[in-house]
Structures are given as structure tokens and as C-alpha cells.
């Protein structure tokens, strides 16, 4: 999950705006905590798309 749909709780805005400290700290928190919280849902389906291509073709290559 994205944090940019998750809605904070202290001031009831999104946390991805940052309004508050308690915002801007979860924010910090969820960025830092895995590379691929941050990336669009989009760009994760291409990128095991990419993956699944790649790993076809060395299948393919090696027959």
C-alpha cells in the first residue's frame, strides 16, 4: 500500500500532504522503510513485467 491513501489520524488529512508533525513523520517513516512503498502501483506491474520477460528470454536462450 501507498501512503499517499493513507489518512492521518491527529489532523484527518492525507499523509502524503505532511500537514503535521505526526503526518511528516509517518511519511519519513514509510519512504525509509521500503523501496517500493513509494512507487506508483503502475510502475510496480511494469517492473514484474520486465522481470517475467527477461527471465522468459534467458529460458528461451539456454534451451
Do not use: I, K
Amino acid at each position: 500500500m501507498t501512503y499517499d491513501r493513507l489518512v492521518c489520524a491527529n489532523c484527518a488529512a492525507p499523509v502524503s500532504e505532511g500537514r503535521c508533525p505526526v503526518c511528516r513523520a509517518n511519511r519519513e517513516r514509510l519512504q525509509q522503510g521500503n523501496f517500493f512503498a513509494g512507487l506508483n502501483p503502475m510502475t510496480l506491474v511494469a517492473l514484474l513485467a520486465v522481470l517475467v520477460a527477461a527471465v522468459a528470454l534467458l529460458a528461451h536462450q539456454t534451451v
